[in-house]
Structures are given as C-alpha cells and as structure tokens.
C-alpha cells in the first residue's frame, strides 16, 4: 500500500512542479511581448526621426545645385 500512495504523492508533486513552471514561462513571455512591444516603438520613432532628418538634408542639398 506504501509504493501505490507514494506513486500518487509524487504523481501530483509532478504535475505541480509542471504547473509553477509554467506559470513561470507564461508570466517571462508576457514581459518579452512588453519589452518587443516598447522596442518597435521605439525603432519606429527613431525611423520617423532619420526619415525627417533625410529630408531635411535633401532639402538643403537641393537648394546648393
């Protein structure tokens, strides 16, 4: 009777080791989706920032030919 319960004990010590691990990766994933997130926005404006810089400088240097 002892080897079935600690079957069952270490059975369910499994599968609860597995869910705080899980737990564990939802939550990390979730942060990386944040910090993806802030990232692209930030390349994003850095882009618009060279994309208005670019055009700036094509206006000046049209105007020396």
Known sequence: ???????????F???TVLGVLGI???????????QVTVTT??????SEDLER???RLA???EGLR
């Not at 009777?1 to 059975?11: N, R, T």
């Not at 564990?24 to 944040?34: D, M, P, S, T």
């Open 41 to 46: 926005e930030r390349i994003n404006r850095a």
């Open 59 to 61: 206006a000046t240097g």
């Open 24 to 34: 564990k990766v939802f939550v990390e994933a979730q942060r990386l989706g944040r």
């Open 1 to 11: 009777m002892f080897w079935p319960m600690l079957a069952i004990a270490l059975g």
């Open 53 to 55: 810089a670019a055009g």
């Open 13 to 15: 010590l499994g599968i």
